[in-house]
């Protein structure tokens, strides 16, 4: 537990341990390697082995890291931690960090790189400070190589790269300047994007922008020595930043960015600070506000459709208030998308009248499954968006029957009946009135079964549709904890991976306004245990003063609001199936198209009810409605 640097002085053994328990945390492996520490493999949350199909790339890559690992541990895990010395390196582009680990026996050493960028990163080693020509390179899934001091090395793509010192050969002459590798393989035309110069060259600044070379007490996480801040006057001044125009040769425009878009990131008393991509006329391309955190993130304006149009990227400070009012922007430059962000949405399948039941209106379709009664399409028709893109995680109702002991913890709790699991009996249609139901006896997840009945109602009513549920509980034990209704297969609003991953999840926050959050290009984990994916809840009224969540696009103008009457104290629950990449890499954590091979992935959205009814009497949930809205 905490900083094992001093016990390993004495006991090398003694290492710092760190959890894995998301799949596809690659970057977890390479940063717990590099660092030193044990890494604690737990797939999702203790729950599952490394052979569940989410992990299993990253159980391939963790043996072959653990290999490199294991051949050079006299040194790269019992050795002494350097952190920089002993290796001289050129200049490192910013994905890359690296640390130096000495072998307490014969001083032998061994480097390792890692890279958190989506490319390779290039990196000149000059070589170590204790002699020799010659260096072994080790990278996953390759031979290794040895190479001769110094030399230019790539660093794969999230990749770790362990560099050993190797004996004999003769040391080169320093490498000539035009082997140096470049900070960023797709610097542009954008003049002085990344404010090295120490001044704003290349672009128009007003009074309240100045250049920092320092954290200004909260700052963090900015590219090379200078960034752009908009704290020159005060909190309160407001002002413009803009760079000069250039031709745009790639997709859009990546760049770093801090601060505050509202107080306290709340929404109020508006939503402010934010950078735009523009044509040369003024037309705005896109726009990303700043994220409500004093560390610099990723962002990405997308100029798709308009390569060697002539643009500029606009910097906008309008916020007036005294506190969380500040902006500030770095490492500005061209760069192309993922491939994978390029490639069309597949098509949400269609459904047909043998397989499905349609409930609709001129407003609204929903669709669910003949088999199970699970929601599989949920439709804004006058949007044109499909809230439900993955139906395969579609669902309807899951509740508790927990098993009483002679103690309270003795108490089996998650004896669960899951309604995708049971065989819908009947469902009948009146007019705008969707009734469906499963008669008991309902089985268990293990296949026990119980004598309850389930009848969910849904009416498509002039506010939206309308959703309920009735539990005839003969059972003889008490309903526990209920969600309804769950909405799952959530990826966003739109009808471009972009768009999807745009859209900002929408809350009610105390004392007014709101809080958003991009769920769908970073999902944040609230919970580290528990047998289910990253996972977000907020509770009403304790946490928040409405029983409602929002998702909005900006980009499409369109919301949809779902929430429940306010009856009953209700916890609204988010979670991310199957699973995140853990830390947080370039493009946000979800899991790629070629990382899911084919595996359904989407947030699951329920409305829990933790009060349950009591053994013999018929549960009826709080209605819960659904809305769109521009």
Known sequence: ????????????????????????????????????????????????????????????YIKEVKGIRDKLSATDFLGALDGHDGVTLGSLPDSVRYNVFRNRQDGHRVC?????????????????????AKGRVYVPFARARTVELPAVIDVPAEGILFLEQAPGGSRRPALPTAEAPLPHSEDGPIENGDFESGDFRGWKADPTWVIADDSRRYYSGWQGKYWAWSGGLGEPATGVLQSKPFRLDHDGVALLI?????????????????????????TELDRVYAPNTTAFVPAFLDGTGHRGAEVYVKAVDDADAATYSMLCIDDVREADLPAYLKTPLARVPAFGPKTSIALEDSRYRLVFSRTNGSLIGLD????????????????????????PGKEPWQTIEANWIVGAQQKLSSYHIAGNVLT?????????????????????????????????????????????????????????????RTQLRRTQLVRPAAGGGFVTADIFRVFDNMSWLGDQGPEQFFAYPDGQPEPWIALASDRLGRELRIGEDGTKRTVIRLELVPSSSGTVREDGNWPRPSELRGLPCGVELSFVDCAGGAAGQTYRSAPVSLRAMP
């Open 1 to 60: 537990m905490g900083n094992q640097l001093i016990t390993r002085q004495v006991f090398p053994e003694n290492a710092e341990t760190l959890g894995l328990y998301q799949a596809w945390d690659f970057l977890g492996v390479n940063n717990a390697v590099r660092d030193g520490h044990i890494v604690m493999v737990a797939p999702l949350n203790f729950c599952r082995d490394v052979d569940w199909p989410p992990f299993r790339q990253l159980g391939r």
């Open 112 to 132: 390792i790189l890692t890279n958190s960028s989506m490319r390779p990163a290039r990196v000149a080693v000059d070589g170590f400070s204790s002699g020799g």
């Open 258 to 282: 801090s601060g505050w878009n509202s107080l306290e990131g709340k929404g109020l008393p508006r939503k402010w600070n934010y950078v735009t991509l523009n044509l040369a006329d003024g």
């Open 380 to 403: 804004d028709k006058t949007g044109g968006l499909d809230l439900i893109r993955e139906p395969r995680l579609g669902a309807s109702f899951k509740f508790a029957l927990p098993i």
């Open 436 to 496: 469906l139901a499963w008669e008991g006896p309902l089985r268990n997840y293990l296949g026990y079964p119980y004598d309850v009945s389930v009848v969910e109602t849904v009416t498509l009513g002039p506010g939206g549709p309308r959703f309920e549920l009735t539990v005839a509980n003969r059972s003889g034990l008490p309903v526990g904890e209920t969600y309804f209704p769950i909405i799952g297969g959530i990826q966003g609003l739109g009808s471009t």
